[in-house]
């Protein structure tokens, strides 16, 4: 079986500062990737970032950047430059080769103006 | 605007009925995912079909079914309905072979009265 855990349920930032959101997992395969969900008040699903397991180097997407700890089973995210947009529910996930994406309890991160 | 379509967005219905949602993957696609995202269990895989076949199954009550058409539509049952059924439902879609490539639709929000 695999383990999400969010274990913050919820942070604040400054608008322009850095924010780095905390996820630890747990599985038994040796190849998976891991997201991360943005889901604002719409309740969209939208993909901020992905990580496949088996690539040392961390994934990257403007402002968004990982910090994928392998042998630890850590990955979180860092938002860098924050913007009133970025307030949201935030979703670490983890799928490996039954297709199944396994989500975390979310975290809701307000940014202050 | 992420390709799936999912209907309706909105159903608000009494316990012991039975609801149909249905969901449009993206063109091409033809595995199809469901979610569900409730307060007390949080998101959580349903079940996935691929071209027409079940392919994985989660945490999904023996009330619920699903079905893929031959057009790859899919549609999802809910059947006896409880309070506790009132959820947000998600469907995504993926590229065959690429489960870690979900594009999830709006969610279609399910109230049970």
């Known amino acids: 079986a695999q383990t999400v855990t969010q274990s913050q349920p919820e942070m604040s930032v400054q608008e322009a500062e850095t924010v780095t959101l905390s996820c630890t997992y747990d599985t038994s395969e040796s190849d998976y990737y891991l997201f991360w969900y943005k889901q604002p008040p719409s309740r969209q699903m939208i993909l901020v970032i992905r990580?496949?397991?088996?690539?040392?180097q961390n994934a990257t997407e403007n402002r968004f950047s990982v910090n994928f700890q392998k042998a630890a089973k850590s990955f979180s995210l860092k938002i860098s430059d924050s913007q009133l947009g970025d307030a949201a529910m935030y979703f670490c996930a983890l799928i490996g080769a039954n297709s199944k994406l396994t989500f975390g309890k979310g975290i809701t991160l307000s940014v202050r103006p | 605007d992420s390709g799936v379509t999912q209907t309706p967005k909105h159903l608000i219905t009494a316990t012991g009925q039975r609801v149909t949602l249905r969901c449009s993957p993206r063109s091409g696609d033809l595995s199809v995912y469901w979610y569900q995202q409730s307060l007390d269990q949080g998101l959580q895989f349903l079940i996935q079909y691929y071209n027409g076949e079940e392919r994985a199954k989660g945490n999904i009550l023996e009330r619920f079914s699903a079905q893929q058409f031959p057009d790859l539509h899919s549609e999802l049952n809910l059947s006896s309905l409880e309070l506790g059924d009132s959820a947000l439902y998600f469907c995504?879609?993926?590229?065959?072979?690429?489960?870690?490539?979900?594009?999830f639709g709006p969610g279609t929000r399910l109230t049970v009265t």
């Open positions: 995504a879609s993926s590229p065959s072979g690429r489960a870690y490539e979900q594009y």
């Open positions: 990580q496949e397991a088996y690539k040392q």
